[in-house]
Nanobody, 121 residues
Framework: QVQLVESGGDLVQPGGSLRLSCAAS????????MGWYRQAPGKQRELVAT???????HYADSVKGRFTISRDNAKNTVYLQMNSLKPEDTAVYYC???????????????WGQGTQVTVSS
């Protein structure tokens, strides 16, 4: 089994910054892509950003130039630096990881429990 634990969500004013972290633990052989998704009230969950094991990144158009995703492979951790936050960034942010586990080298997607980000004055 694999656990993803997120942290860093908070209430912040428009224009402010936050840094989210997500640490993976458990029966991990290796982690392929890691990413962040978000879900606002009454809306579907949407992709925010992803990063592959070799560092290639992808961003939703709505966050390009403001958010930066990164990962520390030695710590099995992914980060999301969020700058110039807007009220429309308010959502629960979820961490996702595609993980190959031992002993049978099975690959599955795992999700964190979510962390609340609220952007409001």
């Amino acid at each position: 089994q694999v656990q993803l634990v997120e942290s860093g969500g908070d209430l912040v004013q428009p224009g402010g910054s936050l840094r989210l972290s997500c640490a993976a633990s458990g029966s991990i052989l290796w982690i392929n892509a890691m990413g962040w998704y978000r879900q606002a009230p009454g809306k579907q969950r949407e992709l925010v950003a992803t990063v592959t094991s070799d560092g290639s990144t992808h961003y939703a158009d709505s966050v390009k130039g403001r958010f930066t995703i990164s990962r520390d492979n030695a710590k099995n951790t992914v980060y999301l630096q969020m700058n110039s936050l807007k009220p429309e960034d308010t959502a629960v942010y979820y961490c996702n990881a595609a993980v190959t586990t031992y002993p049978r080298a099975l690959r599955n997607d795992y999700w964190g429990q979510g962390t609340q980000v609220t952007v409001s004055s």
